[in-house]
């Protein structure tokens, strides 16, 4: 390692800024890739799991109520809103 300083500290400030940028960038791009990796196998499985089968509740809920209402399943839209001032 001290060998690769030294050849560093011969080299003009410019290159060695520049060089610095290129290492920040690749550990920068290194650390997001390892990020949207993990991310992406959590969301395949385990904490998004859960969350599969309450929407399935969810869905299953919400056409049961569209169902006893009269409503014709299918293409529908229905909008409720709110406001509270």
Do not use: C
Not at 10 to 17: A, I, L, N, V
Not at 58 to 72: E, R, W
């Amino acid at each position: 390692m001290s060998p690769y300083f030294e050849h560093m500290h011969s080299k003009p400030t410019h290159e060695r800024r520049q060089h610095a940028m290129k290492v920040a960038g690749i550990v920068t791009a290194l650390v997001f890739v390892g990020w949207v990796t993990t991310f992406s196998l959590q969301m395949g499985s385990g904490s998004a799991g859960s969350a599969t089968v309450a929407g399935t509740d969810a869905a299953s809920q919400t056409a049961a109520a569209a169902q006893s209402s009269g409503f014709q399943t299918g293409n529908q839209l229905i909008v409720s809103t709110t406001t509270s001032y």
